[in-house]
């Protein structure tokens, strides 16, 4: 084996500078940039229209985390192990962003982009409603899920997703990928006698694959905005404790247990 | 033991609903706020000033990463052995940020929140200094570091510095204890001999304890900014590997090992 | 949802005794059992035969780890950012345990028991090759990739291969699964002119498949004797460091890094 | 800088050959170590006395886990969300082994190891209780925890300290770090009044300090013990669920939370 060349297009740093995509970071970016603007610059070498910025605002916003989820109580249960380690327990947090549920960003997003690639921009709602039965055809066939329809407790449709629908048209990425993932709902409830509203992820999975971002991407920023929630539940913890109450209260379901 | 409530105030859900500190996340969150205002809100319940959140965004581009550094080696190494599962790949790059590297930034604004806590706000740089004494008198005495200051790069100064004192000015954050990140640094040259500029890690210290934030909310932010950078050095490592080339590097590094 | 029962068979706990399993850790597990007895007893109720647990000796022995893999890598350079915080970088070792390194034992492991399972245990070698230019046929079709075989280093043979084939023989364990798994290798270099020889990954899930274990627990075994591993090479960063070294050397390979 | 030799003694590679700490990988070493023994070639570069196995096998064991702990509840609430990616779930079940739980191992081994470096072995009980009441002494002034004693449950005695004792005992390890564990226990009650038994973290920190080694191997070998017992809960959790049922009645503690 020859040894391929080993560097990043990222970035460089001699003795008194650091460039990050060919911006000097102290006297170009810091000061220059906000956080929105460095996420497309390391990721894209370039700056976000102000309609991207809006839609990624979104994105993070509506990923941060809200109230007591598995991703929260996981990392609050790590905190109270670990306080010294406030990484390890945000790192916890991000773990369980997989298949299942947040993660699931990603897939959802890959079956959007998959399955809208061959449709023009102005496809009509006939097109699209066969490119859906197709779609659900094939993933039935191959034992695949279905992404971004359906939610434990809001069997009735997702608060968030006409906020994220709104914000979209707003931005102008109102259109093939938004039209397919509500069609997927339309057509699983007419055809297939199921209720599963488009949920946050179907929502936001529409809303990366209109921008034309890799679908890792959609993963990879609700890792992002989930770490800013994952911090605020684990300052709450170190104020006002609840994961040593919230284990015993699973303890003690089982009579078995018997705490002093 | 009496089961105490298990409840968090961050937020709660029913079935049409998803409330966070106070605000219903679909009509009054979502579309309005801003990754920052959202940090603000989840952590502290209040959205912050446009002085808070300009220090904030520097903080969080500053933070999140630059080139190949150790976080960002291991996160690629994690993610060539599972790329499905990009959740590990960030976390890995997070579970660096500890007493050395990153995590530095929350013992830095403790030892400065401590240490400035007796003083005013209007101070002379005498009291200062002999604040800036004792503290490098007591970290010896007890062997602990003396956080914030020192690159293994930037041996001359580090480039951020004064690109985050400008930011800090700008907005109204530069008082008692940046005077006393910058003292440390110059007593150390005056009476110790030691050439250790501030870096960056003290100058996001002395922000964060400037705007009166917990010192875990630094080492907290950094993990957000940083996981940006990271999710940069994925998206790259995916389309341009060299994270492979890395590993052969390291190990043809010792003549023993034989690779094809 | 009515609330299910929220239990683990695993054990419980009460103020004077722990029960693992129905035996009582106290006085009839500690003293008594050998680490490869807890494993069975926690995971399957049931203590290992002898020839059972020389296998998962065998097993937890292969995976410690050797030298500088992406895993030990990766946990030295998590290591040196957060010393404090020893389960972080074992954490960090085990989270590259995906679908490429190592968790790939558990993708092999089914691949051999899916095809494994129409056969009977006395299949001529005829039936197996049948089998396995199915199996080849079906991955390819689907683009899935075959498991077991071949090694970027030992380009002529995996050394680890010929001792776990010995240590299955003389435990009982060399049956259809083992069987398959040479065959494949075989049939890849016949009629594919492909020289992908078995590798450790498909010798180990054929030992984990003739033992007619859940493939899950080849990956999470190997974990097991990863966590190892792990700790050998971070009590080696600890007194002899070389995670710095190996840093600086792979940013000194992009010429526009400039260190002092 | 000058770039210093990067390599680890614990091994290398050639094209047919491991190497591990002077062994050959596959003709020495599988089929003729227990895991046991490969543990303490990794780490020491030596094969361990049959008292030594004694002894870590009794630990593994003990540190494997039982019933539902915030380790192995944050392990399953990972697992539903990323059952692809096992590693990640058992890496967070290794993460809160810190300063609080588990991880105070290497806190007590510490602590055990400097009182008692001055103490011969044949010490008698006042001087023990002498070097004792210093310890406390220091501890109280210095605001730190005194680890090894008390637990939440187990508020009368820790079952496992006397079977851990008893296999000191019968390997030859039972000496000044043992009898200092209990003397802090003893003096605690007889001096200050509190019923603080020893526990199980005591009793690990005493048979790793007797044993003479780092404690940081205290931290590391539970971590090892600890990733087999997460490894049998995420197979529970995979064929009778409970994680999410946990997560519920966690969410149902706060009456505002309204599920359907």
Same mark, same amino acid.
């Given at each position: 084996?020859?040894?391929?060349?080993?560097?990043?297009?990222?970035?460089?740093?001699?003795?008194?500078?650091?460039?990050?995509?060919?911006?000097?970071?102290?006297?170009?970016?810091?000061?220059?940039?906000?956080?929105?603007?460095?996420?497309?610059?390391?990721?894209?070498?370039?700056?976000?229209?102000?309609?991207?910025?809006?839609?990624?605002?979104?994105?993070?916003?509506?990923?941060?985390?809200?109230?007591?989820?598995?991703?929260?109580?996981?990392?609050?249960?790590?905190?109270?192990?670990?306080?010294?380690?406030?990484?390890?327990?945000?790192?916890?947090?991000?773990?369980?962003?997989?298949?299942?549920?947040?993660?699931?960003?990603?897939?959802?997003?890959?079956?959007?982009?998959?399955? &809208?690639?061959?449709? +023009? $921009?102005?496809?009509? *709602?006939?097109? !699209?409603?066969?490119?859906?039965?197709?779609?659900? #055809?094939?993933?039935?066939?191959?034992?695949?899920?279905?992404?971004?329809?359906?939610?434990?407790?809001?069997?009735?449709?997702?608060?968030?997703?006409?906020?994220?629908?709104?914000?979209?048209?707003?931005?102008?990425?109102?259109?093939?990928?938004?039209?397919?993932?509500?069609?997927?709902?339309?057509?699983?409830?007419?055809?297939?006698?199921?209720?599963?509203?488009?949920?946050?992820?179907?929502?936001? &999975?529409?809303?990366? +694959? $209109?921008?034309?971002? *890799?679908?890792? !991407?959609?993963?990879?920023?609700?890792?992002?905005? #989930?770490?800013?929630?994952?911090?605020?539940?684990?300052?709450?913890?170190?104020?006002?404790?609840?994961?040593?109450?919230?284990?015993?209260?699973?303890?003690?379901?089982?009579?078995?247990?018997?705490?002093?």
């Amino acid at each position: 084996m020859t040894q391929a060349v080993v560097k990043t297009d990222i970035g460089y740093t001699t003795t008194d500078t650091i460039m990050v995509r060919g911006l000097n970071l102290a006297t170009e970016i810091i000061g220059t940039f906000d956080f929105v603007d460095m996420i497309f610059h390391t990721m894209l070498s370039r700056r976000p229209s102000p309609q991207e910025k809006a839609m990624v605002n979104a994105l993070l916003v509506t990923t941060a985390d809200h109230g007591i989820t598995p991703s929260s109580l996981a990392a609050r249960l790590t905190y109270i192990g670990a306080p010294e380690a406030l990484q390890g327990a945000v790192a916890t947090g991000l773990l369980g962003a997989g298949s299942v549920f947040l993660g699931t960003m990603q897939n959802a997003a890959e079956m959007l982009c998959d399955a &809208a690639r061959p449709l +023009a $921009a102005d496809t009509d *709602d006939a097109a !699209i409603r066969d490119a859906v039965r197709d779609l659900i #055809r094939r993933h039935k066939a191959e034992r695949r899920a279905i992404y971004g329809v359906g939610h434990p407790i809001h069997v009735d449709g997702d608060p968030r997703v006409p906020a994220l629908r709104e914000v979209s048209r707003a931005n102008g990425f109102f259109g093939v990928h938004w039209r397919m993932m509500d069609m997927i709902a339309a057509v699983l409830a007419s055809e297939h006698g199921k209720k599963l509203p488009v949920n946050a992820v179907g929502a936001i &999975a529409a809303m990366v +694959a $209109a921008m034309g971002l *890799d679908p890792l !991407i959609a993963r990879g920023l609700s890792l992002v905005g #989930r770490s800013a929630g994952l911090l605020a539940h684990i300052l709450e913890e170190k104020e006002a404790p609840m994961a040593r109450e919230a284990w015993e209260l699973v303890l003690r379901a089982d009579p078995r247990n018997v705490l002093p």
